[in-house]
């Protein structure tokens, strides 16, 4: 088989060559491109067939079998399509299969579910919708049919391709590993070795331009051995994720980055002047350099007066002078020891009472598309003057704040130097801006599970590495807590929040419905759509050991609750009727020793060297 | 695989073309290298008013007293009022596209308004003190619609007439009180307003009509940015998701669009010039017989309060969301933005017996003969990704496609190159007169990123704003000048020119927070100098065939005389930018110094750029 294919890599050579005498090398660009063509029109083919095998009135598991067809002829083409083509995979092809809203529409819309997704659930239903699932089919045709007719059109290149391959790596291993886009079939497993094969095929056509050919074999054999490793076990709840994110893919996202340099194509920024949600040059996905801080918060750290700027922030955390009576800081509800949380359930509010929500810890807090437990606030400006303005928590205003620390000595010195080009006193922007150059210290992108992950010399606990591959798999908690970040933010292009409907209870076990509405009543027009009631942010659980109690009402005493409430399958699990939870109501079977390693992972994913510098 | 592999190299052989690969490194120690001067940009940049920085002025509002807060942000459209008969240059007001509830501002959307003055020395605009009639002194002052007219929402588009009136338009479409941010929803009488607070700038003849607070959205609303209040809620020219307008030069007649699909296209013909409260309101049905304009009974309050309605009920003419209308040399342009696929939103309007603009069915009938299947506006398959601008000649009472959107089966630009052959869902449309030329303004907002509408890899949405020159007969893409002297990022909505033909005002929206001060807020720019510089490429800028670069320094544009890839190496050569098949490149973001410029055939000219 690998001799076979050998003899055909050479005959592409010879027929290239012949194309190109004039030039030293080959050309894989044009190969990647037929190969994506054909396989694209290969895609839509199924696609016309599943619908014809479903109009014919087939046996369930012939039906299911032509559908698996169908997402193993996308699995090939993924790579590419969902890079080339992102938005339409995402509003047509291999979407979630939960309702949205209407992009950029002039009223609230919402659009149904539609794609592969809510397909597969149809196709694993106990009983069949046939008229829905037609429905779906056609639509799936149409959309497949004008992919193809648009990728007649649309040229890529080689800078491209490795972006494509890398995004790939990111996506199997966030999306496809996880059984993000497999909700009903578990074939993730499968899925992602065809995923993988297909990656592996482009990256070896680019191998062989290499002079260097240690690097080529190097990229095969990891390929090769993680194909292996994939069709070897792939049971979904069987899978060893940890391993194979250690010895296959981490190490190809590194290799695949040297193949580009090596081979002199532009990158990223060397054609984009914008700043993207990750760093294309980063070598690792577990480590502080992937996300790239400058995009979610335009903080410049290579600035001279960025180290003004933190020490200003600093101040102004734990200075009351930002609360109108001088009695509470940012640091009364965000204390450094529980990693930036309060510990209660509901924070104090100022006149006696709680507030509405609980206080959230705020490591890598910036990374984020949107702010709040309701994710109202799209800027973290707008998040501080909520606290700033709420006659609950500063009851302060601009005005007095300003005044007061325009009137101080130290603090106008403390401006002056983290603003230098900026005139005049203490305004919004400087006071926004040096807060969170503070916050961009509380990192934590270095716990012992990013370390293993990384293939650094850290053994995980047998306790903590079946933590892990049960938070993939079986306990199902990375479809929306996603790899690397381990929050909602979407992976590989890092761009949005999710919010999730679990039907959070007042109390762990009461069954009743917490009345909060979250996300449907945060304000903003666009998210008062039925879905969005009872909706929270999705955040990340780096350091989730210090910042009990959890959910937004701080109900749940402990991590081993907030299992136990997963394992129940939410809200619905126990019986509750909440429309639109996004959390399946099945049952996740975990038991007592499973729930028990999952913590210990959790716990693993701890990482507060940030506060060794206070 | 074999099979797949096999056909890779058939395919291979066909198609393959050899991309140039560009050194990471050139040596620029040895040689003297051809140098092209990029001079510094003519163009005067200014950031006039800062969204959530910028101080605005108040009027006692919900009990407060007069007070001064933070300007709203997510500005919109821009009207310009001349100051005719005094020394300024005029009034700048700005629409602010949201719905908040704010003590002071008042609730819903908003407006700021404020007066400029040109800088003799230097052109540049700065901003005037004013004090108002009723006694606001300041820089900035906001809009009060709450203690005049009620609320407003999502103030978006709008209309600037050439005498200086000044309408904001409320576009997001409410349909109950539910979707209104404001506190009080008690219902809401014309000429009177809540029973908790007063709005006593009714409307000659609705006066003392009662409706539901959410049914006070929705309208064109005529304010005065001299006094920074609200004059009126134009109430006969019904209740519409409106976004533009425009006054026509006999003062009379204006144009209306509706951000729906289906879209209407209206017109309100006045009895005298000058006077909007009394008229004629119609809505277009191109396949009427005699005059395409139906009339829509104005003096039926509830007629103007369900105008869809009576369109639908009417037959009227079915456009995919129309955006901003401007009158150019007494013909109206208006964008159609397009929605993706339509179908489900016009076919229930088109069953009561609504018609499809004649272009749409032609779309139609052209996607029916690729498909090879029947399609018609309202199936499934039909698709509107890009949009376009339209043109309405009131001699012959007809709509064409002035512009078409696209391309369509696009090429893609590739992300270096974009939006060079792009329109993608055009929305803000308006008009400069550039020393006694006339230039279209066209602002995009993206409606999503597929099918080209952004290069592939970039999922931001890029929005970019485009000037036409009028003088082109029958313009396509390639005609369209991308004014590149805009924040990294940053959306740009509602542009338009200063009378005088010397600036163009734009606002750049809800940029991302990435971007450094200023260009973080939503803001107002002014970029002044029009006058001075050369647009686009001029016809004689290259001689002969060998390779060439001719720089704009206006707009920071290097023009090639061919379509190469080329790529940029900074002072010490090493490479920075990598361009694939570009005529022209942007290179606003290079700071002044030295650069070498390399072509695909390696020829390499020293870049001085000041």
Redesign the interface.
Request: glycine share 8%.
């Given at each position: 088989m690998k001799a076979r294919w050998t003899v055909l890599i050479i005959l592409l050579f010879a027929v290239v060559l012949s194309q190109f005498s004039f030039s030293q090398r080959p050309d894989p660009i044009e190969m990647v491109r037929a190969k994506y063509l054909a396989d694209l029109a290969a895609f839509r083919d199924q696609g016309r067939y599943f619908k014809k095998v479903l109009e014919d009135g087939a046996s369930s598991s012939d039906l299911k079998r032509a559908f698996e067809d169908l997402r193993r002829n996308f699995k090939r083409v993924e790579f590419l399509l969902d890079y080339l083509q992102n938005q339409d995979v995402k509003d047509h092809i291999n979407g979630a299969p939960l309702p949205k809203t209407e992009r950029n529409a002039p009223r609230l819309v919402i659009i149904e579910p539609k794609g592969l997704q809510r397909m597969e659930e149809l196709v694993y239903a106990d009983s069949l919708d046939a008229a829905q699932l037609q429905k779906l089919s056609t639509e799936f045709n149409y959309q497949l049919e004008q992919i193809n007719r648009f990728a007649q059109k649309m040229p890529f290149d080689d800078r491209q391709v490795f972006e494509a391959m890398r995004l790939g790596l990111v996506r199997i291993m966030s999306m496809g590993l996880s059984g993000f886009d497999t909700p009903a079939s578990e074939r993730a497993i499968y899925e992602s070795a065809v995923a993988w094969e297909a990656i592996g095929d482009c990256a070896a056509l680019y191998g062989l331009l290499l002079e260097d050919k240690a690097l080529k074999l190097k990229i095969e054999a990891e390929f090769q051995a993680g194909l292996d490793a994939l069709r070897a076990k792939p049971d979904f709840t069987q899978f060893d994720r940890a391993s194979f994110i250690r010895n296959y893919l981490h190490p190809l996202y590194a290799d695949l980055l040297e193949l580009h340099q090596k081979l002199h194509y532009e990158t990223l920024d060397e054609v984009y002047q914008g700043v993207l949600a990750f760093d294309y040059n980063s070598p690792e996905v577990f480590s502080e350099q992937f996300f790239n801080l400058e995009y979610f918060t335009g903080l410049n750290q290579e600035a001279p007066e960025f180290e003004a700027q933190k020490e200003l922030g600093k101040r102004l955390f734990f200075d009351p002078i930002l609360s109108r009576d001088l009695n509470r800081s940012c640091a009364t509800c965000h204390k450094p020891e529980l990693a930036f949380s309060d510990g209660l359930p509901k924070s104090e509010a100022l006149n006696g009472g709680f507030l509405q929500r609980n206080s959230p810890g705020l490591f890598n807090a910036l990374y984020a598309e949107r702010f709040f437990y309701d994710l109202r606030a799209d800027r973290m400006e707008s998040q501080m003057e909520h606290v700033i303005f709420s006659p609950e928590e500063f009851g302060s205003s601009y005005k007095l704040i300003f005044n007061r620390l325009d009137s101080s000595k130290a603090y106008k010195s403390l401006f002056k130097a983290a603003f230098p080009k900026l005139g005049g006193g203490a305004d919004r922007y400087k006071l926004s801006r040096a807060i969170m150059a503070y916050m961009s210290d509380l990192k934590a992108f270095d716990t012992k599970i990013d370390r293993y992950l990384r293939g650094e010399r850290t053994a995980l606990s047998p306790e903590e590495h079946q933590g892990f591959n049960l938070f993939m798999g079986k306990a199902a908690c990375a479809t929306c807590h996603f790899l690397p970040s381990f929050s909602g933010l979407v992976p590989p292009f890092f761009e949005e929040n999710e919010s999730e409907v679990l039907g959070v209870f007042t109390a762990p076990q009461s069954g009743v419905l917490d009345p909060d509405l979250g996300r449907f009543a945060g304000g903003v027009v666009q998210d008062e759509a039925p879905f969005f009631r009872h909706s929270f942010k999705t955040p990340s659980l780096r350091n989730v050991a210090f910042t009990a109690p959890y959910f937004h009402n701080g109900a749940f005493p402990d991590l081993r609750s907030v299992l136990e409430f997963y394992n129940h399958g939410g809200a619905q699990g126990f019986g509750l009727a909440i429309s639109h939870q996004t959390l399946p109501p099945d049952s996740l079977g975990l038991d007592e020793g499973e729930l028990q390693a999952l913590e210990s992972f959790l716990e693993a994913l701890s990482d507060t060297s940030a506060l060794m510098h206070h | 695989?074999?099979k797949?592999?096999?056909?890779?190299?058939s395919?291979?052989?066909a198609?393959?073309?050899?991309?140039q690969?560009?050194?990471?490194e050139i040596d620029v120690t040895n040689w003297e290298p051809t140098t092209i001067q990029v001079p510094k940009s003519p163009l005067i940049t200014q950031y006039l008013f800062i969204g959530?920085?910028d101080v605005v002025q108040t009027t006692p509002t919900y009990g407060n007293p007069a007070d001064t807060a933070?300007a709203k942000q997510w500005h919109d459209f821009i009207g310009f009022t001349p100051d005719n008969n005094g020394s300024d240059l005029g009034w700048i007001s700005v629409n602010h596209e949201m719905?908040?509830?704010h003590d002071k501002i008042g609730d819903g959307g908003g407006m700021t308004v404020f007066k400029v003055r040109r800088d003799p020395a230097t052109d540049s605009l700065v901003i005037v003190s004013q004090t108002l009639a009723d006694g606001r002194s300041g820089e900035f002052f906001a809009v009060d619609f709450a203690n005049t007219v009620g609320e407003t929402g999502?103030n978006c588009g709008g209309i600037s007439a050439s005498d200086g009136r000044i309408w904001t338009a409320e576009?997001?479409?409410r349909?109950s009180n539910?979707?209104i941010?404001d506190r009080d929803t008690g219902d809401f009488t014309i000429g009177v307003g809540t029973s908790s607070y007063a709005a006593p700038n009714g409307f000659p003849g609705y006066d003392g009509q009662t409706i539901k607070k959410y049914e006070n959205y929705n309208y064109m609303v005529e304010i005065d940015p001299r006094e920074a209040k609200a004059i009126r809620k134009q109430y006969n020219w019904g209740r519409q998701?409106f976004?533009g307008g425009c006054v026509m030069p006999d003062n009379k007649t204006v144009y209306l669009g509706a951000?729906?699909t289906p879209g209407f296209f209206t017109k309100f013909v006045a009895d005298n010039a000058g006077d909007f409260t009394t008229g004629t309101t119609y809505v277009y049905k191109h396949d009427a017989m005699g005059t395409k304009w139906v009339e829509i009974d104005n003096s039926d309050f509830n007629k103007m309060i369900n105008f869809n309605s009576e369109a639908v009920m009417a037959g009227a003419t079915m456009f995919n969301?129309i955006e901003w209308v401007v009158e150019i040399n007494g013909k109206v342009y208006f964008t159609e933005t397009g929605?993706d696929n339509p179908a489900s939103?016009w076919a229930p309007a088109a069953a009561l017996g609504c018609v499809y603009a004649p272009h749409h069915m032609q779309r139609a009938a052209d996607q029916s003969a690729e498909?090879n299947k029947t399609i018609t506006p309202d199936s499934?398959?039909y698709?509107d990704y890009y949009g376009r601008v339209m043109m309405y000649d009131p001699a012959t009472e007809q709509t064409s496609v002035y512009l078409e959107g696209g391309p369509y089966?696009?090429?893609?630009p590739?992300?270096?190159q974009y939006p060079d052959k792009h329109l993608s869902?055009p929305d803000g449309l308006s008009k400069i007169n550039i020393n006694g030329k006339d230039y279209m303004l066209i602002n995009e907002?993206?409606?999503?990123?597929?099918?080209?509408r952004t290069p592939?890899?970039?999922?931001?949405r890029?929005c970019e704003l485009f000037m036409l020159d009028m003088s082109i007969t029958n313009p396509g893409l390639n005609d369209l000048v991308r004014i590149a002297v805009v924040p990294?990022?940053a959306e740009i909505t509602g542009a338009i020119g200063t009378p005088d033909g010397k600036t163009i005002l734009f606002n750049s929206q809800?940029p991302?927070?990435?971007?450094?001060?200023?260009y973080?807020?939503s803001m107002t720019v002014a970029i002044t100098g029009w006058d001075q510089v050369t647009i686009g490429l001029p016809e004689d800028a290259f001689e002969g065939e060998s390779f060439q670069i001719y720089p704009n320094p206006a707009t920071r544009t290097l023009y090639f005389n061919t379509l190469s890839d080329v790529?940029i190496y900074d002072v010490n050569g090493k490479?920075?930018?990598?361009?694939?098949?570009v005529e022209n490149i942007?290179i606003s973001?290079l700071k002044p110094g030295v650069y070498f410029i390399q072509n695909a055939e390696g020829i390499t000219q020293r870049l001085l750029v000041k």
């Open positions: - | 695989m074999k797949a592999l096999l056909f890779v190299a395919m291979a052989t198609l393959a073309v050899q991309a690969s560009f050194s990471p959530g920085h933070l719905v908040v509830a999502m576009e997001w479409w349909g539910s979707d941010a998701p976004e951000d729906a969301r929605r939103r498909f499934a398959e698709w089966f696009s090429v893609d590739g992300v270096s869902n907002d993206l409606n999503g990123t597929s099918k080209g592939a890899g970039i999922s931001n890029t990294v990022g809800h991302s927070t990435s971007n450094p001060f200023p973080n807020n790529a490479r920075i930018n990598v361009f694939r098949q942007d973001l």
